[in-house]
């Protein structure tokens, strides 16, 4: 099975712009987790989607907003980019159901705002 | 106070020895879980545990439920053993979301 892929894998954009990412995840897998790598504050959890349906979310502003698709690919978008918000992105997906709670993670997206 | 606490924050060690990082964590959990990282930013997940120890190859990894903690071992360390190995949990309440420790980031010379 192939595993998680992300795209694209690095992107360099401009304080005010907007950028969009995406997921595909292992097949069969339904639920996608998006996370934030900064130096300072570490992994953090932004949100995480299943049946196309957004289950929960992290302590992030409104800006950073996400979807999934019927496939279960899934994108993440950050509107009105900030300098802080240059970080490795990575999503993760799993299978769902039967008390299954191991993620598999993609290879990420390093964004850096300038 | 973090939720999830990881120690040692730097370890660097010689080929050969037996490296011990340690978690600790501070609310309920459904699975506690072990990853790492290699420069350039691939996070693989070593283990998912909920009780007792599993192995696998050179690396153990224990938790103790009562006492919030688990460790990482690995045996006959290697230089390509040198990444940043994270812990995990998986809250017990509501979200499946993944709270991460800071990171120990291991550094085995040859």
């Known amino acids: 099975k192939a595993g998680v892929t992300q795209t694209p894998r690095y992107l360099i954009k401009t304080r005010g712009q907007q950028v969009t990412l995406s997921c595909s995840p292992i097949s069969g897998h339904r639920s996608v987790s998006w996370y934030q790598q900064t130096p300072g504050q570490g992994l953090q959890f932004l949100f995480e989607y299943f049946s196309e349906t957004q289950r929960n979310k992290g302590n992030f502003p409104g800006r950073f907003s996400g979807r999934q698709f019927s496939n279960s690919r899934s994108e993440m978008n950050v509107s009105t980019l900030e300098l802080g918000d240059s970080a490795l992105y990575l999503c993760?997906?799993?299978?769902?159901?039967?008390?299954?709670?191991?993620?598999?993670f993609g290879p990420g997206t390093r964004l850096t705002v300038t | 106070k973090n939720e999830v606490e990881q120690s040692p924050q730097n370890l660097t060690a010689q080929e050969g020895e037996f490296i011990t990082i340690n978690c600790s964590y501070s609310?309920?959990?459904?699975?506690l879980h072990w990853l790492q990282q290699h420069p350039g930013g691939g996070i693989v997940s070593l283990f998912m545990?909920?009780?007792g120890k599993k192995k696998h190859g050179r690396l153990i990894a224990t938790i103790n439920i009562q006492e919030k903690h688990s460790s990482l071992h690995i045996t006959a360390s290697h230089p390509r053993d040198s990444a940043v190995y994270i812990c995990a949990v998986t809250l017990i309440q509501g979200a499946q979301k993944l709270v991460f420790g800071q990171g120990t980031r291991l550094t085995i010379n040859p």
């Open positions: 545990l909920s009780s």
């Open positions: 609310v309920g959990i459904s699975a």
């Open positions: 993760a997906s799993r299978i769902t159901g039967g008390g299954s709670y191991e993620q598999y």
